[in-house]
């Protein structure tokens, strides 16, 4: 398979991972890593792009989740909206770093969007915390931890 094509997997799947059906895109980059046809430089920046467009698609839907709190279908209580946006108000804008983490970064994501931090600084936030989550994947693959 050309690498381009391979990238542009891994895009997509990185953008999905980012949103709030993970499809493991951390073993997807792994199994890529092992076959030692690609750059890994390449499927780590394309992961991380991938995987930042993904979490502004989550910080977007909670920068407008609010429109639907007080319809009778909307799941999600109105204090646990604002209990949210009180936890990422008391730890503060470095809690954003989080929102590259499995199993909180969806929420930490939201919830910026829900307290309308500024898109570029959480853009920002995103794209460090998950280039540092897939380049230590990337160096305990290569056996350097």
């Not at 890593?33 to 690609?38: E, N, V």
């Not at 009180?86 to 994501?109: E, F, N, T, W, Y």
């Amino acid at each position: 398979m050309a690498e381009i094509h391979v990238l542009l997997i891994l895009f997509f799947v990185s953008i999905e991972s980012a949103t709030l059906i993970p499809p493991q895109t951390d073993v997807l980059l792994l199994a890529l890593f092992a076959t030692d046809q690609y750059r890994a430089w390449a499927l780590l920046c394309t992961a991380v792009a991938g995987s930042v467009l993904g979490g502004l698609g989550n910080y977007y839907i909670g920068r407008y989740i609010r429109i639907f709190e007080n319809k009778k279908w909307f799941p999600i209580k109105k204090d646990y909206l604002q209990k949210a946006e009180g936890i990422l108000q008391r730890h503060g804008k470095i809690s954003l770093l989080l929102c590259g983490m499995p199993l909180v970064g969806d929420a930490v994501a939201i919830t910026a969007g829900i307290s309308h931090i500024n898109p570029a600084l959480f853009a920002a936030a995103a794209a460090i915390s998950r280039t540092v989550r897939y380049t230590v994947l990337w160096r305990l693959y290569e056996g350097l931890f």
